[in-house]
């Protein structure tokens, strides 16, 4: 059967089903193939916190948004111009997402009396008029799954395991993509299980097949590569950009990374990902917590390692002691804060950004830490480079603060060559740094250096440099232990003046003012950048004028930052937190700042900020 194929510029898809119906695995399938065509893209996983979550339940559903186009994008979309739903809790869980006019494919096969009745659907919405102006396909997926596999030995409930395969041939077809990728990826998964692996890829070819035939999809659809920056691409996850961020900035620094580590969500894929580097003197150690972890990082940073510990805010509240150690101490330490939503145990799989003040200021004593955030999955390899500038020049703990929307999400990468990267070799002390009035030479472990303020560091055994560090307050140059009051003060000084002093290695903050007309600035930071900058699209298209600004670092702020402040007449900060940024502009520069917030788990979505800041311009 012939079938139109029709041009788009863009498509939103959500896979939705159970947890265990494997909609992840899905969607990044989907996207690898996406990936692979050359398409823009991002994505917005999106699953339960439990592992098995209830069957058929609303707080069960797991879902995974998919944006793609031909065209440079920024977010994974606010709609979904195309639903699947695997089930009816899904159906009823992303429903209200879904614009008039949008497709949605459904398994009917779910559609039992008592699937429907768990979610509180009195009668079937595929046979009243509820679901009348969205173009609804009803297909039994489960069923269709079943008979492809009838020929495999295989009980009924393990050939339904792979309607997920079904559901993505079916969607490969009817948008073009390749499933080659996907053969591959499961002949990989499963070697060692061939019947399993039959199974699957005889569903797979089964839903594209249906497509082909099925007079239900009578045109398929094409979105063109997009016209990216010429280079070797890869989809990356933000972990994953983080965790290759730290190998290579090792790497360039000359030294060993070790990894402590305790597993939490949504930071447990760095801890997974680094382990499988030894072969470049990756050592990761899962601790037995997240004190241990930190501590562990110190020790091996304190002996000429690059030390990093990951976690999330749970966890940051448990190392905030620690934390402070590595102030009181002066060494190198990244501390990776993958964001989740709070307070305590909060929500583990959804995403805010309420951390800021907690790397700030979470600390007994005045403990002051550098902090920056990257911007989008693929900016945080960036970020952990200049995070491993950060701490190693500077001799100081660092913050990055990641979040689970960046951590799952990804997008394409152009990988960088590795000559390109940053000079960060590091130089160890190796001799007597001090010259003593009778000329004798001997070695001072808090001497600074005259433009860093940085103490040297020296490998412990190195002969004749020999000291000792801890959380007990250090004399000035010598570094013995002082309780002396000036004495004091002078190193809680010193250590702010070191930390404020990164401001001049730092470039200004840029501002994208097209028209250099604007009257009202819209300033961001971490995951906030892709909605805000497709909603000053939408405005600049529409012939409004905007400023755009994006803060990398947070401790110290950029040294211009106050004069970009000052001239814009307003200045917005959206932010998934109650204003904790807008809070330390104000503080420190005393502008009125327009906070604009949300704490919903889930991250901006263009639109809403569109009509946030047009509000804001009209009444300028």
Request: charged share 20%; glycine share 10%; aromatic share 8%.
């Given at each position: 059967m012939a079938k139109e194929t029709v041009q788009l510029d863009r498509v939103i898809i959500r896979f939705a089903g159970d947890s265990g119906d494997g909609m992840q695995l899905t969607g990044d399938q989907f996207t690898s193939e996406t990936a692979r065509f050359g398409n823009d893209l991002s994505t917005l996983p999106d699953f339960p916190a439990?592992?098995?979550a209830p069957a058929g339940t609303l707080p069960g559903v797991s879902a995974f948004q998919l944006h793609f186009?031909?065209?440079d994008i920024m977010t994974p979309g606010d709609a979904p111009n195309v639903l699947v739903a695997m089930n009816p809790a899904a159906l009823k869980a992303n429903i209200g997402d879904v614009p008039r006019g949008a497709d949605i494919i459904v398994n009917t096969d779910e559609f039992t009396s008592r699937a429907m009745t768990k979610v509180g659907y009195e009668q079937s919405p595929l046979e009243d008029d509820s679901l009348e102006s969205y173009n609804v396909h009803p297909i039994a997926l489960t069923s269709l799954t079943v008979e492809a596999l009838k020929e495999f030995d295989l009980t009924k409930k393990e050939a339904e395991r792979s309607k997920n395969m079904f559901s993505l041939g079916l969607l490969c077809w009817l948008y073009d993509r390749n499933i080659e990728g996907t053969e591959t990826f499961l002949k990989e998964k499963f070697a060692k299980k061939p019947e399993i692996l039959g199974a699957n890829l005889a569903a797979l070819h089964a839903g594209w097949n249906y497509g082909e035939t099925t007079e239900d999809f009578s045109v398929r659809y094409e979105v063109k590569p997009a016209k990216l920056t010429h280079g070797k691409y890869r989809n990356i996850s933000g972990n994953l950009a983080l965790a290759l961020g730290l190998v290579a900035a090792s790497q360039r620094a000359g030294i060993p990374l070790y990894l402590g580590s305790y597993?939490?969500?949504?930071?447990?894929?760095?801890?997974?990902?680094?382990?499988?580097?030894?072969?470049?003197?990756?050592?990761?150690f899962q601790a037995e917590d997240e004190i241990a972890a930190i501590g562990a990082a110190i020790g091996a940073s304190y002996g000429g390692s690059l030390g990093v510990t990951t976690t999330s805010g749970p966890g940051v509240a448990l190392k905030s002691e620690a934390i402070g150690l590595?102030?009181?101490?002066e060494i190198p330490l990244i501390v990776i804060d993958v964001q989740r939503g709070g307070p305590s145990t909060g929500l583990p799989t959804k995403t805010e950004q309420a951390d800021l003040l907690q790397a700030m200021f979470g600390r007994n004593g005045e403990a002051p830490v550098a902090i920056i955030a990257p911007q989008s999955p693929a900016d945080c390899f960036d970020a952990a480079l200049e995070a491993t500038r950060i701490a190693t020049t500077?001799?100081?703990p660092v913050f990055l603060l990641s979040d689970g929307y960046l951590a799952n999400g990804s997008e394409p990468w152009n990988i960088p060559d590795v000559d390109s990267l940053p000079d960060l070799t590091v130089e160890f002390t190796t001799e007597p740094n001090w010259t003593n009035e009778d000329g004798s030479k001997e070695f001072m472990p808090f001497a600074r250096d005259p433009e860093t303020l940085a103490r040297p560091w020296a490998i412990p055994g190195t002969p004749g440099l020999e000291h000792r560090i801890g959380g007990i307050e250090k004399a000035d140059i010598t570094g013995h232990i002082s309780y002396n009051p000036e004495n004091h003060d002078k190193m809680v000084r010193l250590r702010q003046a070191k930390i404020d002093g990164i401001a001049d290695s730092i470039p200004n903050l840029k501002v994208d003012d097209p028209s250099g007309e604007a009257k009202v600035l819209v300033?961001?930071?971490?995951?906030?950048?892709?909605?805000i900058g497709a909603a000053c699209r939408r405005i600049r298209r529409e012939g409004g004028q905007i400023a755009q600004a994006h803060l990398r670092h947070l401790n110290p702020f950029p040294k211009n930052l106050g004069e970009v402040l000052a001239s814009y007449d307003k200045v917005i900060v959206p932010e998934m937190n109650l204003g904790?940024?807008?809070?330390?502009?104000?503080?420190?520069?005393?502008?009125?700042?327009?906070?604009y917030t949300q704490v919903s788990g889930m991250p901006f979505k263009a639109a809403q900020l569109e009509e946030a800041i047009k509000e804001v311009i009209a009444n300028v």
């Amino acid at each position: 059967m012939a079938k139109e194929t029709v041009q788009l510029d863009r498509v939103i898809i959500r896979f939705a089903g159970d947890s265990g119906d494997g909609m992840q695995l899905t969607g990044d399938q989907f996207t690898s193939e996406t990936a692979r065509f050359g398409n823009d893209l991002s994505t917005l996983p999106d699953f339960p916190a439990e592992i098995r979550a209830p069957a058929g339940t609303l707080p069960g559903v797991s879902a995974f948004q998919l944006h793609f186009a031909d065209h440079d994008i920024m977010t994974p979309g606010d709609a979904p111009n195309v639903l699947v739903a695997m089930n009816p809790a899904a159906l009823k869980a992303n429903i209200g997402d879904v614009p008039r006019g949008a497709d949605i494919i459904v398994n009917t096969d779910e559609f039992t009396s008592r699937a429907m009745t768990k979610v509180g659907y009195e009668q079937s919405p595929l046979e009243d008029d509820s679901l009348e102006s969205y173009n609804v396909h009803p297909i039994a997926l489960t069923s269709l799954t079943v008979e492809a596999l009838k020929e495999f030995d295989l009980t009924k409930k393990e050939a339904e395991r792979s309607k997920n395969m079904f559901s993505l041939g079916l969607l490969c077809w009817l948008y073009d993509r390749n499933i080659e990728g996907t053969e591959t990826f499961l002949k990989e998964k499963f070697a060692k299980k061939p019947e399993i692996l039959g199974a699957n890829l005889a569903a797979l070819h089964a839903g594209w097949n249906y497509g082909e035939t099925t007079e239900d999809f009578s045109v398929r659809y094409e979105v063109k590569p997009a016209k990216l920056t010429h280079g070797k691409y890869r989809n990356i996850s933000g972990n994953l950009a983080l965790a290759l961020g730290l190998v290579a900035a090792s790497q360039r620094a000359g030294i060993p990374l070790y990894l402590g580590s305790y597993p939490i969500t949504p930071a447990s894929d760095l801890l997974h990902e680094l382990s499988r580097h030894k072969e470049f003197g990756v050592r990761s150690f899962q601790a037995e917590d997240e004190i241990a972890a930190i501590g562990a990082a110190i020790g091996a940073s304190y002996g000429g390692s690059l030390g990093v510990t990951t976690t999330s805010g749970p966890g940051v509240a448990l190392k905030s002691e620690a934390i402070g150690l590595g102030v009181a101490i002066e060494i190198p330490l990244i501390v990776i804060d993958v964001q989740r939503g709070g307070p305590s145990t909060g929500l583990p799989t959804k995403t805010e950004q309420a951390d800021l003040l907690q790397a700030m200021f979470g600390r007994n004593g005045e403990a002051p830490v550098a902090i920056i955030a990257p911007q989008s999955p693929a900016d945080c390899f960036d970020a952990a480079l200049e995070a491993t500038r950060i701490a190693t020049t500077y001799r100081t703990p660092v913050f990055l603060l990641s979040d689970g929307y960046l951590a799952n999400g990804s997008e394409p990468w152009n990988i960088p060559d590795v000559d390109s990267l940053p000079d960060l070799t590091v130089e160890f002390t190796t001799e007597p740094n001090w010259t003593n009035e009778d000329g004798s030479k001997e070695f001072m472990p808090f001497a600074r250096d005259p433009e860093t303020l940085a103490r040297p560091w020296a490998i412990p055994g190195t002969p004749g440099l020999e000291h000792r560090i801890g959380g007990i307050e250090k004399a000035d140059i010598t570094g013995h232990i002082s309780y002396n009051p000036e004495n004091h003060d002078k190193m809680v000084r010193l250590r702010q003046a070191k930390i404020d002093g990164i401001a001049d290695s730092i470039p200004n903050l840029k501002v994208d003012d097209p028209s250099g007309e604007a009257k009202v600035l819209v300033l961001g930071w971490g995951s906030t950048y892709g909605p805000i900058g497709a909603a000053c699209r939408r405005i600049r298209r529409e012939g409004g004028q905007i400023a755009q600004a994006h803060l990398r670092h947070l401790n110290p702020f950029p040294k211009n930052l106050g004069e970009v402040l000052a001239s814009y007449d307003k200045v917005i900060v959206p932010e998934m937190n109650l204003g904790q940024l807008a809070l330390l502009l104000r503080g420190k520069f005393l502008v009125d700042i327009e906070s604009y917030t949300q704490v919903s788990g889930m991250p901006f979505k263009a639109a809403q900020l569109e009509e946030a800041i047009k509000e804001v311009i009209a009444n300028v």
